[in-house]
């Protein structure tokens, strides 16, 4: 398995303008999760999903961010509209596993600038 | 929820030398414990993990602690090597999600 796919790798945008990441998980797992990675807060999880299903989306900072995982191999965080404060990693993840066991296999991250 | 802290949020150490990093968790329902690497530009990778039930694990030059009576748990890292040098993360795992702390940047002067 090539690994969660994660694209863009890179995003530069300006304010204003809809953004859309996207996320392949490794086949077969049931969980996703998305972060966010900055410098002063960390790695901050904004939703999971399991079985496509939203579970959790406290973490999700505002309605400008909405995710979607319309079937089990594909998943999107979209913003709209994006702000400058928004610049950060976003990296997705996937697990295979019961309650409160399991690795999370993170993908490479997309890097998101906005102008 | 769960609150993870973790310290140094930096270390520097001399090649051979042993680092630690230690983390504390306020969930007493918390009871899966890893820890990830990220090296520079990468994704975070998992290194090492304990799940409450055990007080040790090691792996090569890795081990991990934990006290549960305390919430604390800790990186231990051996004869320390250049390729060391990363960000490590604490996580604890409560109800699915996974509370990772701030991260400690490991530098291993040659």
């Known amino acids: 398995d090539a690994g969660v796919i994660q694209s863009p790798r890179h995003e530069v945008t300006e304010m204003g303008q809809e953004v859309t990441l996207r996320c392949k998980p490794i086949s077969g797992h049931d969980y996703l999760f998305w972060y966010r990675q900055t410098m002063m807060r960390g790695l901050e999880l904004l939703i999971y999903?399991?079985?496509?299903?939203?579970?959790?989306d406290s973490g999700m900072p505002e309605d400008r961010f909405s995710a979607k995982m319309p079937n089990a191999s594909f998943s999107t965080l979209k913003i709209q509209p994006s702000e400058p404060r928004d610049s950060a990693v976003y990296f997705c993840a996937s697990s295979l596993r019961r309650l409160n066991t399991g690795e999370l296999f993170f993908g490479e991250g997309s890097r998101l600038t906005v102008l | 929820g769960e609150n993870v802290e973790q310290h140094p949020s930096t270390l520097s150490v001399q090649e051979g030398d042993s680092a630690v990093i230690k983390c504390t968790y306020s969930d007493s329902a918390s009871n899966y414990f890893p820890w990830y690497k990220q090296e520079l530009g990468k994704r975070p990778q998992l290194i090492i993990d304990?799940?409450?039930?055990?007080g040790e694990k090691k792996d090569q030059r890795i081990a991990v602690t934990l006290n549960k009576t305390a919430k604390h748990f800790s990186l231990h890292i051996t004869e320390t090597q250049p390729e060391d040098s990363a960000v490590y993360f604490c996580?604890?795992?409560?109800?699915?999600?996974?509370?990772f702390g701030s991260g400690t940047k490991l530098n291993v002067k040659p």
């Open positions: 996580a604890a795992i409560n109800f699915n999600k996974f509370y």
């Open positions: 304990i799940r409450s039930n055990v």
């Open positions: 999903f399991n079985n496509n299903v939203p579970i959790d």
